[in-house]
């Protein structure tokens, strides 16, 4: 193969018509309405993010660490207007790997495809660690009685393997297992119950709110808010999680964008007014290591168990539906790139029964399962956070690409304040990206190595586009 063809190997993209296939036998339904799919984004969002992270971020932010949300909102929101767009006009399973594979070319879209795997396995990984600290307390109060460190923590975090992790994953699968309606379905209860157990907890929690904990309010300075920005990033994948619906939802073109600005309002206003009367109600020295953070800070507040009993059944329930989503997404996007041919053919089939890709669903299971069991919650969190932005990033550029290349397409949304709205989302991105430590950087530098070895060793002459 020559420079100028293996050039034009890798610039390929793949045409925005045959983007997405007809319905049919080996496809996926379309059984995803408006309200299903704001909920899938709003599940896949709250979570970890506000329910575990918080123990995580204030001691990098102090009480600032509400800035830190308001600059990751923001970043999410300019974000999330580029990808309605796309989403609009690009109807397909694998979010924004389907968006760079239509703009940016073949090399971009698999190594956007390997950020995306690697977002969403290491975020559901991060999310089932914190799921089993919320259990904890939930035993802990209830019957007084806790886990053994040994089965309730990875190694060095005092223990040897994270059952409950594992247990919530095969929860997970056993219900990805029976088809995306079901578990949307199931998803938009969970997210019912978790929206109302957190408005309980910012009334009692702002009811005990002191002025003087929001004093100093910066300890740490801009370093310390952008280093909490960066690392709680990662909660905010729900938007990617809504775009990899795009083959399972009623009227795409319409359905994808309203649900990804509805379900980003929903989360960042809950987010924000959280992070207030959690640190209004506590000491910002007191959240380092403070597991199942904001079901302790009610139980101290109050004296009584049942706030704390409340709220820690709405964290399982969130976590829960966080991990369901997070295990959905990335089991569509496995779909999207073998699919394409990028890789086995194994992770495109297809249940003819429950319309699900179910050997792809055990195989994503598996290996968040490994990960959740034996690797620290912080590692993880970095990791996804890397993954997200890049995501968002080369979403954001897509936006522009296109309009240059395909100003003919039909849109059911466009981006306003246009191309200066795409670029600031591009900045903002870049900005969060250089507050990840080095260690994320030489891990991420790593992953995208082996995605290139792969690529060049493999799916550049599977690709479906290579006439293989």
């Known amino acids: 193969m020559t420079g100028r063809s293996a050039l034009a190997t890798i610039l390929r993209c793949k045409p925005i018509v045959d983007a997405v296939p007809d319905d049919g036998h080996g496809h996926l339904a379309r059984n995803i309405g408006l309200f299903q799919l704001t909920m899938l984004g709003v599940g896949a969002t709250i979570g970890t993010g506000i329910f575990v992270a918080l123990t995580t971020a204030v001691p990098e932010a102090g009480p600032a660490v509400i800035v830190s949300f308001i600059i990751a909102g923001i970043t ?3 974000t999330a207007l580029c990808y309605a767009e796309l989403a609009s006009c690009v109807p397909a399973a694998g979010s924004s790997y389907s968006y760079a594979y239509a703009t940016l070319g073949e090399l971009a879209a698999f190594l956007i495809g390997a950020c995306l795997l690697l977002e969403y396995g290491v975020s559901a990984s991060a999310i089932a660690v914190g799921w089993g600290q919320y259990l904890n307390e939930l ?20 223990g040897i393997f994270n059952l409950p992790a594992v247990l ?35 009334v009692i929690a702002l009811a ?11 300890p740490l300075g801009m370093a310390g808010i952008g280093s909490a920005a960066s690392s709680i990033f990662f909660s905010y994948i729900g938007i990617d999680a809504v775009s990899t619906a795009g083959e399972e939802v009623k009227d795409p073109r319409r359905t994808l964008p309203l649900a990804i600005v509805l379900s980003l309002l929903i989360v960042t206003a809950a987010y924000i007014l959280v992070a207030i009367a959690a640190v209004g109600a506590q000491p910002w020295t007191e959240f380092a290591g403070q597991e199942a953070g904001l079901a302790v800070i009610l139980h101290n507040l109050t004296g009584a168990a049942w706030p704390a009993v409340l709220l820690s059944l709405g964290a399982i329930a969130s976590i829960f539906s966080v991990t369901l989503v997070v295990l959905y997404g990335q089991t569509r996007i496995l779909y999207a790139m073998a699919r394409d041919g990028l890789l086995p053919a194994f992770f495109s089939r297809v249940d003819s029964a429950s319309r699900v890709p179910r050997q792809n669903t055990w195989v994503v299971a598996i290996g968040v399962a490994l990960l959740a069991a034996l690797v620290p919650l912080d590692v993880l969190v970095n990791l996804t956070s890397m993954g997200t932005l890049i995501a968002f990033a080369t979403v954001s550029l897509g936006v522009i690409l296109l309009r240059r290349a395909r100003p003919e397409l039909p849109r059911g949304y466009r981006v306003p304040f246009y191309p200066l709205l795409p670029i600031a989302s591009v900045m903002f991105c870049l900005y969060l990206i250089v507050g990840l430590p080095a260690d994320t950087w030489l891990l991420f530098a790593v992953w995208l190595g082996a995605a290139c070895l792969i690529y060049f060793g493999y799916s550049m002459r599977r690709s479906a586009l290579s006439g293989a």
């Open 76 to 78: 999410a929101a300019l």
């Open 208 to 218: 005990h709110a002191k002025a003087g904990h929001f004093r100093p309010f910066a």
């Open 139 to 158: 035993f802990a109060v209830t019957i007084g009685w806790h886990i053994p460190d040994a089965i309730a923590n990875p190694p060095g975090h005092g």
């Open 168 to 202: 919530l994953v095969a929860l997970c699968l056993i219900l990805l297992l029976r088809g995306a309606k079901e578990s949307t379905t199931a998803n938009a209860v969970l997210v019912v119950a978790k929206l109302a157990v957190l408005a309980l907890f910012v």
